[in-house]
């Protein structure tokens, strides 16, 4: 599971074979998982955000400059897109009590039991289209 050793990240990949089969079928909704170590214009991360942002740079630096790749390109696209960053995701249920923000983490960690239902949320919502919310516990 997860990205194999020495090959090269395929986000940016991923995500333009899905713009284009959206577009094939029109679809318009694009609900994108990431973490909250992707800094976006508009950003007032906290000095915890900041140093575990600039430690993924540091130790992940290929993975990152991907990840800015597929931000480029959603941005970039035509659908009404959403990019959901999450701290730290640990096992549990839904706790109902998610904590939302456009500027900052506001939480360490996020139940995974918590997250579906946030996404879920977002399809018919135009809250945070064209948008990167942070959400914690």
Known sequence: MGQPKNEPYIFSTVTKHILKVMKEYEIKRYILIS?????????????????????????????????????????????????????????GNDIENIKESIVDMPGMKIQNGDIAPFVLKQINSKTYVAKCPFISN
């Open 35 to 91: 973490g909250g170590s992707l800094n976006v214009e508009g950003d007032q991360k906290g000095i915890v955000n900041k140093i575990g942002a600039n430690l993924f740079q540091l130790f992940l630096p290929k993975m990152i400059r991907d990840k800015y790749k597929e931000l480029e390109i959603i941005q970039s696209s035509d659908v009404d897109w959403t990019i959901v960053r999450l701290p730290f995701v640990i096992e």
